[in-house]
């Protein structure tokens, strides 16, 4: 079965920081890009970022270039979104995707 879980998520002030960590198990992991994802209450999810599968390209969304990085373990099986000087807007429920399979999300709450 494949399965993605998310961790890592919490309260943090502004200016803060978090990584979050996604798992994924029933995966070839190092055959697939993963993108991170968030959607905040009464907006659409949006895409902030995503690691290609071998060779590490990276993509940011603006509102979070500069502040976010994306990585990956392949040996761990695992995808990091490491989240530097968190602002209130970044609060969100945040979702990992490894081609049509998505996480149950973690929530990012950021206080002001």
């Known amino acids: 079965e494949k399965q993605l879980v998310e961790s890592g998520g919490g309260l943090v002030q502004a200016g803060g920081s978090l990584r979050l960590s996604c798992v994924a198990s029933g995966f070839t992991f190092d055959e697939y890009a993963i993108g991170w994802f968030r959607q905040a209450p009464g907006k659409e999810r949006e895409g902030l970022s995503c690691i290609s599968s071998r060779d590490g390209d990276r993509s940011y969304a603006d509102s979070v270039k500069g502040r976010f990085t994306i990585s990956r373990d392949n040996a761990k099986n695992t995808a990091y979104l490491t989240m530097n000087n968190l602002k209130p807007e970044d609060t969100a429920v945040y979702y990992c995707?490894?081609?049509?399979?998505w996480g149950q999300g973690t929530q990012v709450t950021v206080s002001s």
């Open positions: 995707n490894v081609y049509t399979y």
